[in-house]
């Protein structure tokens, strides 16, 4: 063995040339060296790109299912084929998302809000997806989420402009301009709910919010979606009832099995229309089914109606005897709301049993009311719109109506579930 040198550096086995790319342990390969302090990530992809195949895909899972139960409701028409499937569940795809078709009979605008539903989740992780492919992931930028928003609502009014064009082709006439603003408005408020929350945009405007803002609008919002649970057990229990009614509108159908499991689950895509409709029924206003038609707790008028299963749990009369409790459930609703409220202050304060101070827990609780109101009144203007001309022209219900009772009964409630509460607890905490 030779010596070694004082000019001749000492060689280990971690030894390696100074040109040599530094390896995995296990040996598979080079490593991509970190980004340094200032230099962008490595691998992300460029907002067209990312934005428009988010948006495609939305566009893709919200329609594949249309076009599926179309395909089955017109399946012993042979109706077109795999060709009129498609476009027929283009059309229901635009009609989700609040297009109106013009067709021989006049406009059809009743959007099913199921599919409203699917096509705003999917549109919500186009945000998330979005976001995350630019590296904007946490990064609390307001102009990145909304970069992220308008780039996902260009690439869906794209398509929904495309949809519309595919359609009118088939006999249905569809304003292109109208499909493509209703697109991009619906697409680009969906994906910056996810983009928000994905680069914690939410988060941050949720801290700098005011605490009573902050309690209201949570406590308006579980006051509002615990009045569509109500409604939602309403309209189910009417629709059970009348079970045997809406077996017999769908055998009457001759479409066969395929055809008739199509038009079950077209009535099933109704049914978030239906919950809202029995949450206004339960308010008060009601809701028409056509033109001068009104079905309220103290009168149902209504004519000659489509052969629909839905329809089978409509009320036969006013309510009366144990039905007039019905009318609790509006203020019980907010009344839960506003105890949730108080229940929440007071494991804020830390020991559970300090009562919350009564300016902040009164001003959230009567916030609550305009927050509910904003959420039913927009629930009812969705759910709503033309079944053709003449008679149908007008289904659902008032939505400012329904807006201004949801507001003052939720307010009333809250302010009463919040007030008892929080005198219970002071009462408790004294005697002890």
Do not use: K
């Not at 229901?92 to 705003?120: K, N, Q, R």
């Not at 408005?185 to 005011?210: C, E, K, Q, Y």
């Amino acid at each position: 063995m030779s010596p070694v040198t004082p000019d001749q550096p000492r060689r280990t086995a971690d030894a390696r040339p100074a040109d040599a790319r530094p390896a995995d342990r296990d040996g598979r390969g080079p490593r991509v060296p970190a980004p340094r302090s200032g230099e962008a990530p490595r691998g992300r992809a460029p907002l067209p790109v990312a934005a428009g195949v988010a948006a495609l895909w939305a566009a893709v899972t919200s329609w594949l299912p249309v076009a599926l139960v179309l395909g089955l409701a017109q399946l012993s028409e042979d109706a077109g084929g795999l060709t009129g499937a498609a476009r027929a569940g283009l059309a229901g795809w635009l009609l989700g998302h609040g297009v109106p078709l013009e067709t021989s009979a006049g406009p059809l605008g009743l959007a099913p809000l199921a599919l409203s539903a699917l096509a705003v989740w999917r549109l919500t992780r186009a945000g998330v997806h979005v976001s995350r492919a630019i590296g904007a992931r946490g990064g609390r930028s307001v102009r990145q989420a909304l970069t992220v928003a308008v780039a996902v609502g260009i690439g869906y009014a794209l398509l929904g402009v495309l949809a519309a064009v595919l359609v009118s082709a088939g006999g249905l006439r569809v304003s292109p301009s109208r499909a493509g603003v209703t697109c991009a408005v619906v697409g680009t408020l969906a994906a910056l709910v996810g983009a928000a929350r994905t680069t914690g945009v939410s988060v941050l405007l949720a801290h700098r919010a005011a605490p009573a803002l902050r309690n209201g609008v949570r406590t308006g919002l579980v006051a509002g979606l615990l009045l569509l649970g109500a409604g939602a057990g309403a309209a189910g229990l009417s629709v059970a009832t009348g079970g045997g009614d809406a077996a017999d509108m769908i055998g009457a159908y001759r479409t066969g099995v395929a055809g008739q499991a199509g038009i079950t689950l077209v009535s099933l895509a109704y049914a978030p229309n239906a919950t809202v409709w029995s949450a206004s029924y339960l308010l008060g206003p009601g809701f028409a089914m056509g033109t001068d038609t009104a079905v309220r707790t103290s009168e149902v008028s209504v004519g000659a109606l489509p052969a629909v299963p839905l329809l089978a749990g409509l009320p036969r009369g006013p309510v009366d005897g144990l039905g007039v409790g019905l009318l609790a459930v509006p203020v019980l609703a907010g009344m839960a709301a506003g105890w949730l409220l108080a229940r929440r202050l007071l494991r804020a304060a830390g020991d559970g049993r300090t009562a919350p101070d009564w300016p902040p827990l009164l001003a959230s609780a009567a916030l609550a009311g305009p927050v509910a109101g904003l959420l039913l009144g927009a629930a009812a203007a969705l759910s709503g719109g033309p079944l053709g001309g003449g008679r149908l022209a007008e289904i659902g219900p008032a939505p400012w109506l329904v807006a201004g009772v949801a507001t003052l009964v939720v307010a009333a409630g809250a302010l009463l579930g919040a007030a008892a509460t929080r005198a219970l607890t002071r009462t408790a905490t004294v005697s002890r």
